[in-house]
């Protein structure tokens, strides 16, 4: 058990046996939307969305009807929890909030407070923003997030932290040579975000940089704040672009955005060059040989596992049903690396408009749809061999009699140190569609 500061107070989410902070995001009919925004380990080193070390418990900016029941402590040192009564519902909750940030910045010792809205509190017009800045007025650090949940799924909600926390509590500073900012994997709603901002790292460290990943072991606050002093940073999805662009405008740092993860040996070379030609001083030689290397590694095991591929039936056409985190990357990587044919390329994370054009570059038709219904249609006429997807689609794969590949969530499958981003991601998809081909 250790002294540090402990990040916000813990909700439980009754569709889910997980321990969340009330980010009011709130369970859809389609289960694609049904995790919230903001979640955390225990230990709370994580980040999840934001839960950071130094980072106070959220305080409820919100009415009763759209929280999220509070759980007792798992731990003697968890921070202090508040449940809101009835009488907010009724009564102005200015005068609570004012109070109530001012009791846990006494209590709870860390470096940012944050406050999270839920539908009542908008809909009835509590000015949760003033209140905010009256303490920020004071001297205390706090942001105020609209997080209702008609305003999106948890994909806004880190979008929409990230751009806030940029803003507003990211202050300038001295560029580290080599810094890279990673962002695009979303905590918990993406099923491998934690493997995946690994394997990023691993590969930006490889070609002589320092990466710098908000989330996961090495992220926290310090890493949130040293975003201004990057030379450079990525956005893997479309949910980091709201960042990226925000510490474009304020401190001046340039920016590459990719249409999701690059999957596989081919396109983690081409993305690590556009890397290595925006990020000012680097040793192209030593970033060519590790390049290099990491196409040398994933051809040696492709090799070995032609014979087995070409066993279950050779080139073959596929489904895909994911997230635009993994959608783009795996179909080029099954078209371009194995020689298969997409039958129906679906992207069920409702990507914002702007950014479809960048997802769909040279690839087929592709349609957007969050509706488990219309993508079990999608996947059922279109007479895939094999699907890529999340346990949802199981019942359509099942009556198509073909494997499932569970690369998205919910997900049965555990991903903490492998996921199928990178270079080692594509060997890693290969050696599901292997295992999966042989139990169908």
């Known amino acids: 058990m250790d002294d540090d500061p402990k990040p916000f107070h813990v909700c439980q989410n009754p569709q889910r046996d997980r321990h969340v902070v009330a980010s009011n995001l709130r369970e859809r009919a389609n289960p694609r939307r049904r995790w919230p925004s903001f979640e955390f380990s225990d230990q709370g080193r994580d980040v999840a969305q934001i839960g950071t070390d130094a980072i106070e418990p959220p305080l409820p900016g919100r009415r009763l009807k759209c929280l999220l029941h509070l759980t007792p402590p798992r731990r003697a ?36 407070t944050v406050v999270l809205t839920g539908c009542p509190a908008e809909m009835i017009g509590d000015d949760v923003e ?70 990023l790292s691993r590969l930006i460290a490889g070609v002589g940089l320092i990466p710098n990943p908000i989330f996961g072991p090495f992220g926290g606050l310090s890493s949130l704040r040293a975003t201004a002093q990057a030379e450079l940073s990525v956005s893997l999805s479309p949910w980091g672009g709201a960042a ?34 925006a990020a000012g001083e680097v040793d192209d030689a030593a970033a060519r040989i590790f390049i290099d290397r990491e196409r040398q590694r994933e051809a040696y095991f492709i090799d070995r596992l032609l014979e087995t591929l070409y066993r279950q039936g050779g080139a073959r056409s596929f489904a895909v049903a994911l997230p635009s985190l993994h959608a783009g990357g795996i179909v080029r990587f099954l078209s371009h690396t194995l020689g298969w044919s997409p039958a129906a390329i679906i992207v069920t994370d409702n990507p914002p408009a702007e950014h479809r054009s960048t997802l769909e570059d040279e ?19 279109s007479g895939a061999e094999i699907v890529f997807g999340s346990s949802l689609e199981r019942a359509v794969a099942d009556r198509l009699a073909v494997p499932l590949i569970e690369c998205a969530a919910p997900t049965r499958r555990l991903s903490l140190t492998s996921g199928f981003g990178g270079s080692r991601g594509g060997l890693k998809l290969l050696e599901a569609i292997v295992t999966a081909s042989d139990q169908a």
């Open 363 to 381: 690839l087929p038709l592709v349609h957007y749809s969050e509706d488990d219904d219309e993508i079990a249609t999608l996947i059922g006429s």
């Open 77 to 112: 040192d968890a921070p202090p929890r508040r449940r809101t009564h009835d009488h907010p519902i009724v009564w102005p909750i200015a005068s609570r909030l004012r109070e109530q940030i001012k009791n846990t910045r006494g209590v709870v010792s860390s470096e940012i």
């Open 244 to 277: 990226v662009r925000a510490l474009d405008d304020r401190f001046g740092i340039p920016w590459i955005e990719s249409a999701g993860l690059p999957v596989g040996a081919a396109a983690t070379g081409a993305l690590l060059e556009r890397i290595v030609a």
């Open 130 to 199: 003033a209140m905010a800045q009256e303490a920020r007025d004071a001297g205390d650090e706090v942001l105020d997030l609209a997080t209702a949940g008609f305003r999106g799924s948890a994909y806004h909600g880190y979008q929409s932290f990230l751009q806030a926390a940029v803003e507003r509590t990211v202050a300038p500073g001295v560029t580290r040579a080599g810094l890279v900012n990673i962002l695009g994997p979303v905590p918990h709603q993406d099923a491998t975000w934690l493997a995946e901002i690994e394997e």
